[in-house]
């Protein structure tokens, strides 16, 4: 299974509700979560062949800035 992470201005239970029905249509996502007592309010998405692409892409239609977080822990948990 492979895990991405997200930094997004998700950022309270009502924008979580707003972005799930583009989130839940991602193909190939078994799982995700947005931490907001994070800072940079962290997007985790699980799942085998996710595609960084097509998760952005939901997360955009549905009104929300999103990048993709790249770091020395982004590639530990697959």
């Known amino acids: 299974m492979k895990t991405l992470k997200f930094k997004t201005n998700i950022n309270c239970g009502g924008c979580i509700a707003n972005a799930k029905p583009y989130l ?3 193909p190939h996502v078994d799982s995700w979560e947005v931490d907001t007592q994070n800072p940079d309010k962290i997007l985790t998405v699980k799942g085998d062949d996710i595609n960084a692409v097509d998760v952005i892409t939901k997360v955009q239609q549905a009104g929300y ?4 977080k790249k770091g020395l822990l982004s590639g530990l948990f697959k």
């Open 65 to 68: 800035k999103i990048e993709e």
């Open 24 to 26: 839940d249509t991602v």
